[in-house]
């Protein structure tokens, strides 16, 4: 099993690089983003290796950084997503904002991807929601407050603060972020008003 490929960059396609180790040519499928990112011609690079054994090919896939190896296997977890699916999304997303956007629920942004429908984005940020906040960089109090929406626990102010916010044409993660701020300062029994008042102080910051 092949995890990590260290040689000279051979040459590129579509979706594809040929790594040199040593005078045998590696044939390493890569994200758009991936590709996009590796260094000229004839110069030394390394990736981090999936390796996928099957009855008749054995396929490799490379990566940057072991964290966007680590999100490739994860993806696949889920029903519906196999490996051209995964390097879609991690063509476009970076693996921290990959884990952001799952801890948000934020299907919009998974739905981006190439190949990737609105039910394939929905069921990746449910099943791997209890798995994305580990990895995020956004505060917990807005995962929190993202998810009490969602599943309508939401202190009544706060919900109702957030789609005031999103009715004004703000995104639902600017919105809730908005409100987790307003909410730090003015104390968890504010009213609805003062709350917007604040997020719009926020946003405009």
């Known amino acids: 099993m092949i995890g990590k490929l ?11 690089a040929i790594i040199d180790v040593q ?69 476009i997303m970076k693996a921290s904002e990959l884990a952001n956007a799952i801890a948000l629920q934020d299907k919009a942004a998974v739905a981006r991807a190439p190949g990737v429908g609105p039910k394939v984005a929905a069921r990746i940020v449910a099943e791997l ?23 309508r626990r ?13 009715n004004l044409g703000y995104s639902q993660i600017q919105a809730s972020q908005a409100v987790s701020s307003a909410i730090k300062k003015a104390g968890e029994a504010a009213d609805t008003a003062a709350l917007i008042r604040l997020g719009l102080k ?4």
């Open 202 to 205: 926020e946003l405009a910051a």
């Open 154 to 166: 939401a202190p009544q102010p706060a919900a109702d603060a957030v789609s005031a916010l999103v």
């Open 23 to 91: 005078g045998v040519g590696y044939v390493v499928h890569c994200s758009v983003r991936t590709l996009a990112g590796l260094p000229g011609k004839g110069e030394a690079v390394s990736l981090s290796i999936e390796t996928h054994v099957r009855e008749d090919q054995i396929k490799l896939f490379g990566f940057t950084a072991d964290s966007e190896r680590d999100w490739f296997r994860l993806l696949q977890t889920v029903q519906g997503v196999g490996a051209k699916v995964a390097l879609s999304i991690l063509g």
């Open 129 to 151: 929601k209890d798995k994305a906040p580990a990895f995020a960089s956004v505060d917990s109090n807005v995962i929190r407050l993202q998810d009490e929406i969602g599943e």
């Open 6 to 16: 260290t040689g000279i960059l051979d040459s590129t396609g579509d979706d594809w």
